[in-house]
């Protein structure tokens, strides 16, 4: 299984962002997904979550209300769509699939490359 995250890129605080992660090499479609971050520094954090479905929805705190996680079954792709942006959200982005119709979990079983996001103040 492959996991290609792209997207990222260089953003003014207060602009927007849409990150995908298309996969291959198996389908997805009952697998929960989702996308983490990390910052210069610091550990992995979990960002997003969507079940197999696109029915249930979870995100960390400090998201909440920014970000919003869907998915693509019949393109076995994921996005993020991250609007006003702070500088603080500055990270690598990990796309991620846990083999459960929907994980609460942080140990997924497949991990993408990462892209990268920076939001300038």
């Known amino acids: 299984v492959q996991l290609q995250a792209s997207g990222g890129g260089l953003v003014q605080a207060g602009g927007s962002l849409r990150l995908s992660c298309a996969a291959s090499?198996?389908?997805?479609?009952?697998?929960?997904m989702g996308w983490f971050r990390q910052a210069p520094g610091k550990e992995r954090e979990f960002v997003a979550a969507v079940s197999w479905s696109g029915g249930t929805t979870n995100y960390v705190d400090s998201v909440k209300g920014r970000f919003t996680i869907s998915r693509d079954n019949a393109k076995n792709t994921v996005y993020l769509q991250m609007n006003s942006l702070k500088p603080e959200d500055t990270a690598v982005y990990y796309c991620?699939?846990?083999?459960?119709?929907?994980?609460?979990?942080?140990?997924?079983?497949?991990w993408g490359q990462g892209t990268q996001v920076t939001v300038s103040s």
């Open positions: 090499g198996r389908d997805l479609s009952s697998y929960t």
């Open positions: 991620a699939a846990a083999g459960s119709s929907w994980y609460l979990g942080r140990d997924y079983d497949y």
